[in-house]
């Protein structure tokens, strides 16, 4: 499937990916359809998604997946470092387990999003009432956590359902997508996350790393984000851009 969502991914990676496979027993115009309309993250059909800011020298880091002790602490230091902002969508079980690090990115000035409670992948085929479930038990823990109930969202995967497109609206937030993935949950390298981003990325980009690891890929690591998010800031520095947090950036509240 020659699409959007291949196009931009190192064609030495592209039959790792669970959809190439997939894809490949539906029809071609099927398939496509699909494709946009539920899994391709930057798509409007489903709900209205934010995936650029309107800044001309910056861009939107942001971080799927976390809080996760040994990584988010790691981000958050070299963010501090190069004095960058960034985003954080965080699973609610996950919050809950680590507040400090939540609390962390509040004090830094990092923004963050609800990412579902548990980030399961076989939430795409539930009904409203489950994706209600999800965004409110993440969203009061972050609360309790930071004061504030988040208004922003970013849907396991990027897949938007009209199911969970209602929860989303009835919870009052809106959709996060990207417009460059790193494709960091993949085993590769610092170098090859480095070289993705900075290939693609343009002024006013959203982008999306990890600093997690949803609970279906607890053997991976996210060991070469971090690695890779020095190189990534020194090379944004360098083209006059800078990463600004997405309370930063958008010109509506990110906080209800
Ligand atoms: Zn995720």
Redesign the pocket.
């Known amino acids: 499937m020659k699409d959007g969502m291949t196009a931009n991914f190192p064609s030495h990676l592209i039959m790792q990916h669970p959809f190439a496979a997939g894809a490949a027993g539906v029809s071609a115009a099927a398939a496509l359809a699909l494709w946009y309309s539920v899994l391709y993250s930057g798509s409007n059909i489903v709900a209205p998604v934010i995936k650029t800011i309107h800044r001309h020298q910056a861009v939107a880091l942001t971080f ?2 976390g809080p996760t002790p040994g990584f988010t602490d790691r981000v958050l230091d070299i963010l501090q470092q190069h004095n960058a902002h960034a985003s954080f ?1 965080l ?1 609610g079980s996950q919050a809950k387990q680590h507040p400090e690090l939540v609390r962390r990115m509040i004090a830094e000035g990092h923004t963050v999003g609800n ?1 579902t409670w548990d ?1 399961h992948h076989h939430g795409v085929w539930h009904g409203e009432a489950y994706w209600q479930d999800q965004l409110q038990r993440t969203s009061t823990v972050l609360a309790e956590i930071t004061g504030h109930a988040p208004a922003l969202f ?1 849907a ?2 990027g897949f938007k359902t009209p199911p969970q497109a209602r929860a989303v609206r009835k919870s009052a937030m809106r959709y996060i997508a990207w417009r460059v993935r790193a494709w960091d949950t993949l085993r590769i390298s610092p170098h090859t996350i480095c070289r993705i981003v900075t290939a693609q990325i343009r002024p006013g980009d959203i982008v999306t790393l ?1 600093d997690g690891l ?1 609970p279906a890929r607890r053997n991976c690591s996210q060991e070469s984000t971090v690695q890779a998010l020095p190189e990534i800031l020194r090379i944004l520095k360098s083209r006059g851009l800078t990463s600004l947090s997405l309370e930063q950036a958008l010109e509506s509240p990110v906080y209800q």
């Open positions: 799927d997946d969508f699973i990412h980030h970013r396991p995967m990890h949803e």
